[in-house]
Structure formats: C-alpha cells, structure tokens
C-alpha cells in the first residue's frame, strides 16, 4: 500500500513554471513506478509523464515533451513534475499515481488531485 499526497499547484501566468510534488508514504516506495496525469473539464484524464522505479527510465506525452520533466528522489519518499513554459491548454487537475511496473499494469494508487491553472 502507498498514500499519495500532492503538492506545488497553482495560478501562472502562461511562460511561467511550477514544480508539482507528490509525496508517498510507505517504506516501498522505491519499487513503484510512478506517473503523472491530468484531466481538464469536460476531458479525459491523460497520461502526461511517467518515471521507472529508479528514475533511469521516463516517458511523456507529446503535448509536453520538452517542456516538463518528471523526476524522483527515493530517499524523500517523493516524485516531481517540473512544468515550464506553461501554456493555457496545460489547465487541468494534476494526480500522481503509483504502479508496479514502469512497462504496463494497472494504477492502482492515485493522489487527491492538485490544480494547475495557467492564465493566457
């Protein structure tokens, strides 16, 4: 089992940067891999970026390849989605969500959801 507590959301203007945090309790954190998602209103939610169990593999989503980067500190117990060059269309509630295995499976642990709002 793993609790997972997201952090760092807000209001930016468009250009601007934020740092997502999620924080995950539990001792086995370090053998989940860890994902990034968002949904904005009135669509599905979507994969935006995704991190292997040690870190040395990630992947993301084409509308934000370039311009996020998702990272993770196994000693903190903690995995960070960093946002830059934030557009209005990036508007959406950010989760973060934990699953046993970088290659495929169900997400079987998600967060509460953190907002992201991007002013054009």
């Known amino acids: 089992q793993v609790q997972l507590v997201e952090s760092g959301g807000g209001l930016v203007q468009a250009g601007g940067s934020l740092r997502l945090s999620c924080a995950a309790s539990?001792?086995?954190?370090?053998?989940?891999?860890m994902g990034w998602f968002r949904q904005a209103p009135g669509k599905e939610r979507e994969l935006v970026a995704r991190?292997?169990?040690?870190?040395?593999?990630?992947s993301y989503a084409d509308s934000v390849k370039g311009r996020f980067t998702i990272s993770r500190d196994n000693a903190k117990n903690t995995v960070y989605l960093q946002m830059n060059s934030l557009k209005p269309e990036d508007t959406a509630v950010y989760y973060c969500a934990a699953r046993n295995s970088f290659y495929g499976g169900q997400w079987n642990y998600w967060g509460q959801g953190t907002q992201v709002t991007v002013s054009s």
């Open positions: 991190i292997s169990e040690n870190g040395g593999v990630t």
């Open positions: 539990g001792r086995t954190f370090s053998s989940y891999a």
